[in-house]
C-alpha cells in the first residue's frame, strides 16, 4: 500500500481508488438495499443473501457483526454501509457513535458542544 | 433573458427531513432548526424564483459504483424521491426544467466542462432536504428544479478551483438562455464531516457497543426514536436516522 498524506488523518479512512476496489462488491451490496424486496430478503436470511455476493469473508463477517468500521476498513464506504443501518432501522447517530466509540448520548453531547474536537485530530504524530 | 437573482445556501442533515416527515418538527429539539428557517421562507414566498439549479450530491442513491460522474446535470422532466433505504421521503416529486437544464448541459460542455447528461435518476435527501427547508411541506413544490450532483464520495471529488469556475460558466449559460425566468442557485453541503473516528483522542479506550440484532429489534420506524442527529453537517443520518448528507 503506497503511503499518501491523507493516511495521517486520526480516525479518518479516505475513499480513494485503493479501497474503492477493495469495497466494490461490499458497497454493491449495500446499494441492493435500497429495495424493499431485497431488504425483506437480506432480513430474511442475511448469510444467504450475503453469498450471493462475490465479497470476501471478512467482510460478510463485518456485515453480520455490524462491524461498522471493520466494513469501513475492508473498503466500505459510509453513504454505502450506511445503508445497512437503515434497513435495521437505526439512526446515523447510532452508527456514528458506534463508530467513534462512544454511546449515542455522549455523541449527541459532543454534537451539541460544537463538534468532534480537532485537537488531537489533526496528525497521528500529535502528542498525545 | 434568463437571469440569477439570488443564492441559497444550506445544510440537508437527513434528520431534519425525517423530523418533518415524521411531524416532529415543533417538538423542543427541533424547532431551534425550523425556526430559523422562518425567514428564509418568507423571503423565497416573495421572490417567487421560477427554477433553482440545486447543486448538490449524491449518496449513492442516484450513482452507485458502477458509475461514478464527477459533474452531472438532470434533464429530466421530473425526479422520483430516492428509498434510501427506509423508503422514499414522502415528499413531492421533483419537476424538472428540461429546455434550460439542455441549454445549460451544452453551454457548460462547449465550455470545456463535461457534464455528465442525466435523464433518469431518484434524488436523495441531499436535494430534498434544502426543498423542504425552504418551502416546507407543499402539496407540490412550487419551482422548477435542475439538479447538479458533484461527486464527493470517490476520492478525489473536483477541486474547489474547478467548481468555482463551473459556477462562473453556469452564470454565463444562465444568462445566454432566451426564456425570461427568475433562477436562483442553491448549494447544499457541509463544511466538515467527521463521522467516525475517536471523538477526543486517538488513545481513548475503545468502547465497543452492541446493539441488538435487527431480529430482536422489531421493525421502528426510522425517527421513531428520540431525536438524534443533527450532529455534523452531512452524512448525518437521513431520518432521525440515516445516511447523510
Known amino acids: 500500500m503506497t503511503e499518501k498524506p491523507y493516511h495521517d488523518i486520526p480516525g479518518t479512512v479516505l475513499f480513494d481508488a485503493e479501497q474503492s476496489r477493495q469495497g466494490f462488491h461490499l458497497n454493491q451490496f449495500c446499494m441492493s438495499l435500497m429495495k424493499a424486496d431485497n431488504r425483506a430478503a437480506f432480513k430474511a436470511d442475511e448469510r444467504a443473501y450475503l453469498d450471493k455476493w462475490p465479497m470476501t469473508e471478512g467482510q460478510k463477517q463485518a456485515v453480520l457483526d455490524r462491524d461498522w468500521n471493520g466494513m469501513i476498513a475492508q473498503g466500505g464506504n459510509i453513504y454505502f454501509t450506511s445503508k445497512i443501518a437503515a434497513t435495521d432501522g437505526l439512526s446515523f447517530q447510532q452508527i456514528a457513535a458506534i463508530m467513534s466509540g462512544v454511546t449515542q448520548p455522549e455523541y449527541a453531547e459532543m454534537m451539541l458542544k460544537g463538534g468532534r474536537s480537532i485537537e488531537g485530530n489533526r496528525s497521528k504524530k500529535d502528542p498525545k | 433573458m434568463a437571469r440569477i437573482t439570488a443564492g441559497v445556501a444550506t445544510s440537508h442533515v437527513p434528520a ?33 424564483p421560477d427554477v433553482v439549479i440545486l ?50 448541459a451544452e453551454s457548460l460542455i462547449l465550455d470545456e466542462f463535461d457534464m455528465t447528461i442525466v435523464n433518469e435518476m431518484d434524488v436523495d435527501h441531499g436535494l430534498t432536504v434544502p426543498l423542504s427547508l425552504m418551502f416546507g411541506q407543499p402539496a407540490e413544490w412550487p419551482v422548477k428544479v435542475i439538479p447538479l450532483a458533484v461527486n464527493v464520495v470517490q476520492y478525489p471529488p473536483p477541486t474547489g478551483n474547478r467548481c468555482y469556475n463551473l459556477g462562473k460558466a453556469i452564470r454565463k449559460a444562465v444568462e445566454s438562455f432566451p426564456e425570461d425566468l427568475n433562477v436562483q442557485v442553491w448549494g447544499t453541503g457541509g463544511m466538515s464531516h467527521q463521522l467516525q473516528g475517536p471523538p477526543r483522542r486517538a488513545d481513548q479506550p475503545r468502547v465497543r457497543q452492541r446493539l441488538p ?13 428520540p431525536p438524534t442527529s443533527t450532529t455534523s453537517a452531512r452524512p448525518a443520518a437521513r431520518a432521525s436516522s440515516s445516511s447523510c448528507g
Open chain 2, 55 to 104: 447543486v448538490y450530491n449524491d449518496h449513492a442513491s442516484a450513482f452507485s459504483l458502477s458509475l461514478i460522474p464527477t459533474f452531472a446535470i438532470g434533464c429530466a422532466e421530473e425526479f422520483k424521491p430516492a428509498d434510501e433505504g427506509w423508503g422514499p421521503r414522502p415528499v413531492p416529486t421533483v419537476k424538472g426544467h428540461p429546455e434550460l437544464a439542455w441549454h445549460l
Open chain 2, 16 to 48: 431534519i427531513g425525517a423530523a418533518l416527515d415524521n411531524g416532529k418538527a415543533a417538538e423542543p429539539y427541533w424547532q431551534p432548526v425550523f425556526a430559523g428557517y422562518d425567514a428564509s421562507k418568507k423571503w423565497i414566498a416573495e421572490e417567487k
Open chain 2, 213 to 225: 440484532r435487527p431480529a430482536d429489534r422489531g421493525s421502528r420506524r426510522p425517527g421513531e426514536g
